[in-house]
C-alpha cells in the first residue's frame, strides 16, 4: 500500500537554483496539499487542491508554484530558491466527497536545504 | 481565521505512567473536526485519533483518549500506560466541516519524551 508517495527524500539547492518536489497518491482522493514544517512552528499550508485542475493559496504560498497534473498527482516547484525556503515539505492528501472533510493521509516528507 | 495553541512545547512522563498533552483552538464555526497526530523521528504524520465537534461523547482509541470541551474550546489528548514508542511530537489540529478542501491548521506540538 504506496498511499501518498513523495520523491525526492532529500534535497540540496543553491540560491536561485529551481527544483519540482513530486507528490502522488494512489488512493482516489480528490484532495491534495503541500505544507511546510519548520523548527517551533508546526505545519503550514503552502497550497491545496480541492480537485483536478483547482488550486489554491494557502497561508504560506510566497515564492512557490503548484500544478495539479491529474487526480494523482500534484507537484510543488520553487522557481528561484532562497534559505528561507529550508524546510521540511510534505504532501497530503484527503478523500473529501460532498460535504464531508476527512482526515489528511500525508507522505513521508521532503527535506530541502538552500544553500 | 482559525488558530490552534499547544501550550506544551515539551512534556516527560515516565513508562507507565499517563500524561496529558494540552490544546486549545479559537473558531467562530460549530461544526468542525479536531485531531491529533504523532510524528516520531521518522517524521511520518500518523493520524492517532479523531474528533467530531458534534459528538459529545469522547473519542477513545485504545491507549489514547481526549477531552473535548466544546465550549472551552479545549481538547486535550491523554495517553494511558506510556510506552517508549510513544515518544514523538504531538501535533493537534483543526478543520472546518462543510465541504471546504483547505485542510488543516496545525498547532505547534508538544515534544513528548518517555523516560525508562
Known amino acids: 500500500n504506496a498511499g501518498v508517495t513523495q520523491t525526492p527524500k532529500f534535497q540540496v539547492l543553491k540560491t536561485g537554483q529551481s527544483m519540482t518536489l513530486q507528490c502522488a497518491q494512489d488512493m482516489n482522493h480528490n484532495s491534495m496539499y503541500w505544507y511546510r514544517q519548520d523548527p517551533g512552528m508546526g505545519l503550514r499550508l503552502i497550497y491545496y487542491s480541492a480537485s483536478e485542475g483547482t488550486t489554491d493559496k494557502g497561508e504560506v504560498p510566497n515564492g512557490y508554484n503548484v500544478s495539479r497534473l491529474n487526480k494523482r498527482e500534484f507537484s510543488l516547484r520553487l522557481e528561484s530558491a532562497a534559505p528561507s525556503q529550508t524546510s521540511v515539505y510534505f504532501c497530503?492528501?484527503?478523500?473529501?466527497?460532498?460535504?464531508?472533510?476527512?482526515?489528511?493521509?500525508f507522505g513521508s516528507g521532503t527535506q530541502l536545504s538552500v544553500l | 481565521a482559525q488558530t490552534v495553541t499547544q501550550s506544551q512545547p515539551e512534556m516527560s512522563v515516565q513508562e507507565a505512567e499517563t500524561v496529558t498533552l494540552s490544546c486549545t483552538y479559537d473558531t467562530s464555526e460549530s461544526d468542525y473536526y479536531l485531531f491529533w497526530y504523532k510524528q516520531p523521528p521518522s517524521r511520518q504524520m500518523i493520524l492517532v485519533i479523531r474528533q467530531e465537534a458534534y459528538k459529545q461523547q469522547n473519542a477513545t482509541e485504545n491507549r489514547f483518549s481526549v477531552n473535548f470541551q466544546k465550549a472551552a474550546k479545549s481538547f486535550s489528548l491523554k495517553i494511558s500506560d506510556s510506552q517508549l514508542g510513544d515518544a514523538a511530537m504531538y501535533f493537534c489540529a483543526y478543520r472546518s466541516s462543510g465541504g471546504g478542501a483547505d485542510g488543516l491548521t496545525f498547532g505547534k506540538g508538544t515534544h513528548l519524551i518517555i523516560q525508562p
Open positions: 497530503a492528501s484527503s478523500r473529501d466527497r460532498g460535504l464531508t472533510n476527512e482526515k489528511l493521509f
